[in-house]
Nanobody, 114 residues
Framework: QVQLVESGGGLVQPGGSLRLSCAAS????????MGWYRQAPGKQREFVAT???????NYADSVKGRFTISRGNAKNTVALQMNSLKPEDTAVYYC????????WGQGTQVTVSS
C-alpha cells in the first residue's frame, strides 16, 4: 500500500502562482511514476502532468509552459509549480502514484479568482 498526502492548495488571483506538494509513504519502491490530475466542478477528472522515476515528464496541452512537475531526490515526493494561473485552472488537484497499482491522494483545492 502507498499513502499520499497533498498540500499547497489555496486561493490565488489570476496570473499568480501556487506550488503543490505530495508526499508518498508505504511501499514506494514499487512506484515508477507520480503525477497530478484535477477535477473541476461538473467535469471529469483530467490529466495535468506526470514524471517518471527516470525524470521523463509529460504535460497536458492546457498547462504546458505554465506548470512544472518535479520529484524529490528520494523519489517519494512530487511537486507541481503552477505559474500564470487562470480561472479555468480552478479545480481539486489530486496526486497520483503509479506502479503495480495506482494510488490517489485526497485532493487539494486550487481556486483562481479575483
Amino acid at each position: 500500500q502507498v499513502q499520499l498526502v497533498e498540500s499547497g492548495g489555496g486561493l490565488v488571483q489570476p496570473g499568480g502562482s501556487l506550488r503543490l506538494s505530495c508526499a508518498a509513504s508505504g511501499n514506494i519502491l514499487r512506484l515508477n511514476a507520480m503525477g497530478w490530475y484535477r477535477q473541476a466542478p461538473g467535469k471529469q477528472r483530467e490529466f495535468v502532468a506526470t514524471i517518471t522515476n527516470a525524470g521523463t515528464t509529460n504535460y497536458a496541452d492546457s498547462v504546458k509552459g505554465r506548470f512544472t512537475i518535479s520529484r524529490g531526490n528520494a523519489k517519494n515526493t512530487v511537486a507541481l509549480q503552477m505559474n500564470s494561473l487562470k480561472p479555468e485552472d480552478t479545480a481539486v488537484y489530486y496526486c497520483k502514484a503509479e506502479g503495480w497499482d495506482d494510488y490517489w491522494g485526497q485532493g487539494t483545492q486550487v481556486t483562481v479568482s479575483s
